[in-house]
């Protein structure tokens, strides 16, 4: 995910959260990278999912890049992993 991914991404979400859904689980595993752009759409998306009550869950699959890039920005810990 990059800068030019990231407002459509930003988008999905933001619709995704404000939905009636009480989880929100993100699949990253076909991610290879995640932009500082990206990271800001997750950190935001994970304020918005704690206003409003919704459990936003990370699913990083088998590649773990972005998991990396995740936990170097320190986002691994309010937006968890999926099991």
Request: proline fraction near 5%; hydrophobic fraction near 50%.
């Amino acid at each position: 995910m990059d800068s030019a991914t990231a407002p459509r991404l930003e988008e999905l979400l933001t619709s995704r959260l404000r939905s009636a859904a009480p989880l929100l689980i993100l699949d990253l595993s076909g991610v290879s990278s995640l932009s500082s752009a990206a990271a800001g759409v997750l950190t935001r998306a994970s304020l918005l999912a704690q206003q409003r009550g919704v459990a936003l869950r990370v699913a990083p699959g088998a590649s773990h890049a972005a998991m990396r890039a995740l936990d170097a920005a320190g986002l691994t810990t309010p937006l968890s992993a999926a099991v």
